[in-house]
């Protein structure tokens, strides 16, 4: 039974990681037009946050699993670690239909026009994703059975430099996962 909900806990997660927490997928989304500004995001990022900002992650992966019951406490932590990977590379790719974001290696397009589609996770499982924009902020949002996350991404005004708040909820974890992390353009 452990093996059972730390497993749920992580598809729930992992359907949300490349991962709309429950206030958000009740908001519609900005529908976005081609003057919506997002290719000002279009380009490459490097991770630039150093140690400080990869053991901020750890620390909000700990902070989280210190509510599972002990007995999955390892499993979810392994679980929590793999789906908080701090990505080297984000790349934008904004098209006139379609807002394609690379994770790494980690491709995941949704409508540049807000909608919400379905899409299917790396783990095969069925997911909800859609993309807004609200000036100089882009927010990804995914929503699976058992969980959501909520990427937000704030491009500097010279454009150099992106923010990401990533934002993970699950029914299994008492405070949701929060962290930020900073890339520079390429």
Known sequence: ???????????????????????????????????????????????AGGERERQGVRD??????????????????????????????????????TITLYFDTKKVAAPRDGRWIDWTDPMGKPTRISFSISGNTLTQRFKGEDGSRTNVFTISEDRQRLRLKVTIRSDRLEEPIVYNLSYGRS
């Open 1 to 47: 039974m452990p093996y059972m909900i730390a497993h749920v806990l992580a598809s729930a997660l992992l359907t949300t990681g490349v991962g709309a927490d429950a206030a958000a997928s009740t908001v519609e989304p900005t529908v976005v037009t081609a003057e919506d500004g997002a290719e000002r995001f279009s380009g490459v990022y490097d991770f």
């Open 60 to 97: 909000a992966v700990e902070r989280a699993v210190q509510s599972l019951n002990f007995m999955i406490r390892g499993i979810g932590r392994r679980r929590l670690t793999t789906v908080t990977k701090v990505s080297s590379r984000i790349q934008f790719r904004v098209d006139p239909d």
